[in-house]
């Protein structure tokens, strides 16, 4: 019989103390870094030349399913040692975060657990411990993973350099403990060994308990025969009862965020609707960082709600949201581009030079003028996040950054490949050298290559032990190359100062007369709204607006509200003086959410609401405008088991 699974932390050393791991610092939250740094732990650990599945799936245990889990995780030994490390919280930022986790955790509301399932990847290989006669170039992912920080492994390139994307995990657990299982392949199996490797790291600080002190990380597994913890392997039903199975027996890593939360909001996700709208956020999230990935075919990705037995899945298309980026993509992949920008989906692409720095480390090389491609495609008329932004991509194809750039009387979107990501398949040595130098060249969030300036500086420390200076005009070099391109291709924009703000002039098409963002007829992809009718009266604001959104079996529920827009371009959401009231369409209004039923025929649902705003504004009405935002947009009937677009 094989003996249980246990906690187990390292005991207080008395020249030193570990009050928690920083590294999870460096992670910022939001679900939109969540989005990006567990996808590309993801695509990092890819097998070569396999495209990688990911699931999301955002678990919600109540009663019975929460007390068994509980169990299995090990809860009355985590529990006690958890509340220890909460008794710290006077002089421990960590620890007070576990204080608060541990009140909200052991509160009525249901519990959450986030699982993040990648299929296609290496997996956590390797052995467990780093042994005196292991080198860290013989590191597995398993030990790089939940023994290891600050260190990446990544020599080529890859996503990151700084190894710590991986305190993503930590960062979204209330409690900081999270529960792996990996299946490896055959050629990578451990002492024979390739299903179902489970393993626990709790992110501890220095406390005391049952008269001991303790400190850094609490391990969970077996002991092994000098007593340290390593991992358990092949326990299907151990598997199960902690939510970790796996779908099939393809190699990747499961992690489970024990007390998933957004560390910005930390309520969200207490109810159905709230899981609905992490999945949703989610899933935009991914679109956005990732529609390159995705678009080529290397990633395919689904978010799903498990609330007892009925799961509701959504998977991630860019094809939707980002139809111009896509199909420009596609398009220049097949070769197959355009003299001049003309008609909506028109694609030109030029050629960008990025100076490449000498490199005196690794794989060494002179300097060189690398020729990266700008592609630009004219918009069609659905308005989404990254129009008239250019996203600079490179190897593993996620929107590292971008440069926002307008243009009077003409909406584009374009994006920078460069490095591997102009070839993925067929890379040049250049292509390679000059990937890896803006690898270098991001900072640990990994959303930079173009350094800001004063408080905006971003880090420059991996380009320091690696690449002779000077860089920093290298990279500046880039958006100027990128503005004088779009000029040649637009013309100059107008002088910024003499211009009212976009966000002004966009939402008072009801005094001008001006079209609809959508295209005469066509369904939008996700649900639109025009200002028809606003004025001021006795300090209020009175809108009338039409919801515009695409005929489907679901429906849509949304939630509309009302923002004031000063001349400065501020935006504050104010409350409504009653709930708004639908004037006709096929819907209604509950609660303030408005709910639109399928129809049998036409491709658009349409309705007409009327809303009067309170006269508690933080701006005079007289010198505002308004514009109404949907938010909390889902299906109304959601299809179990289906798609939800």
Not at 132 to 155: A, H
Not at 618 to 632: F, G, Q, T
Request: glycine share 10%; hydrophobic share 35%; aromatic share 8%.
């Amino acid at each position: 019989m094989q003996q249980a699974a246990i906690w187990k932390w390292k005991r207080q050393s008395r020249i030193d103390g570990n009050y928690g791991n920083a590294n999870q610092w460096t992670v910022n939250a939001g679900l939109m870094s969540l989005a990006r740094e567990s996808t590309q732990n993801s695509s990092d650990a890819r097998i070569e030349d396999e495209p990688v599945e990911l699931v999301y799936s955002l678990i919600r245990l109540t009663g019975a399913r929460r007390r068994a889990f509980l169990a299995a995780a090990g809860w009355p030994e985590l529990g006690p040692h958890l509340k220890a490390m909460g008794d710290e919280a006077s002089g421990a930022v960590a620890a007070g975060q576990l204080r608060a986790g541990l009140e909200a955790f052991e509160s009525p509301a249901p519990h959450v657990l986030l699982r993040i399932a990648d299929y296609g990847c290496r997996g956590l290989t390797g052995p467990e411990f780093t042994d005196d006669d292991i080198l860290s170039t013989d590191f597995g992912n398993f030990i790089k993973l939940c023994r290891l920080d600050l260190f990446s492994g990544k020599e080529e390139a890859a996503g990151g350099s700084f190894g710590l994307g991986k305190a993503v995990y930590w960062r979204f657990s209330r409690l900081q403990t999270v529960l792996f299982n990996s299946v490896v392949a055959d050629e990578d199996a451990v002492q024979g060994r390739t299903q179902n490797r489970v393993f626990g790291v709790n992110q501890g600080v220095r406390h005391r308990h049952a008269g001991k002190g303790y400190e850094g990380r609490g391990y969970f597994g077996l002991l092994d025969s000098s007593g340290d913890v390593a991992s358990v392997w092949e326990d299907q039903d151990l598997v199960d009862s902690l939510h970790l199975t796996r779908e099939d027996r393809r190699p990747g890593t499961t992690a489970l965020l024990i007390g998933f939360y957004d560390p910005d909001r930390p309520d969200l996700g207490q109810n159905k609707d709230g899981l609905t709208e992490i999945a949703q956020e989610l899933r935009a999230g991914i679109e956005e960082n990732f529609w390159p990935l995705i678009a080529r075919g290397r990633l395919q990705v689904r978010v799903e709600v498990v609330d007892g037995d009925n799961v509701t899945t959504a998977q991630v298309a860019p094809e939707e949201t980002y139809a111009e980026l896509v199909q420009a993509l596609r398009r220049f992949d097949a070769g197959d581009l355009d003299q001049e920008l003309a008609d909506p989906y028109s694609v030109v692409a030029r050629d960008m030079p990025i100076k490449i720095s000498r490199r005196k480390t690794g794989d060494r090389h002179e300097s060189f003028t690398h020729t990266a491609k700008l592609v630009v495609t004219v918009s069609d008329k659905q308005r989404d996040t990254l129009e008239n932004r250019v996203c600079l991509l490179r190897r593993p194809e996620m929107v590292v950054q971008t440069v926002d750039r307008s243009f009077e009387g003409v909406t584009y979107h374009a994006f920078l490949l460069a490095g591997v990501a102009i070839r993925p398949t067929t890379p040049s040595p250049e292509d390679v050298w000059a990937d890896d130098f803006l690898r270098f060249a991001e900072p640990p969030s990994h959303d930079r290559w173009i350094p800001g300036k004063g408080r905006r500086q971003a880090s420059q420390s991996s380009l320091t032990a690696h690449y002779v200076a000077p860089w920093v005009p290298n990279l500046a070099q880039i958006e100027r190359a990128i503005t004088e391109a779009l000029i040649g291709l637009f013309g100059a924009p107008p002088p910024v100062s003499d211009r009212v703000p976009n966000s002004i002039l966009r939402h008072l098409r009801f005094l001008r007369g001006g079209p609809g963002t959508g295209a005469k007829g066509a369904a939008p992809r996700k649900p639109e709204v025009d200002l028809t009718e606003g004025y001021v009266q006795d300090g209020h604001w009175r809108v009338k607006f039409e919801v515009r959104a695409k005929n489907r079996l679901e429906g849509w529920t949304l939630r509309p509200e009302l923002a004031l827009v000063g001349f400065d371009g501020t935006r504050h959401v104010i409350a409504w003086e009653s709930p708004p009231e639908l004037e006709s369409g096929n819907g209604t209004v509950v609660d303030g959410t408005l709910r639109l039923e399928s129809a049998p025929r036409g491709r658009l649902l349409r309705a007409t609401v009327r809303g009067i705003s309170t006269d508690a504004l933080p701006l005079p009405a007289e010198e505002s405008a308004v514009e109404i935002v949907v938010r909390h947009i889902g299906p109304l009937n959601p299809r179990p088991g289906k798609g939800v677009s």
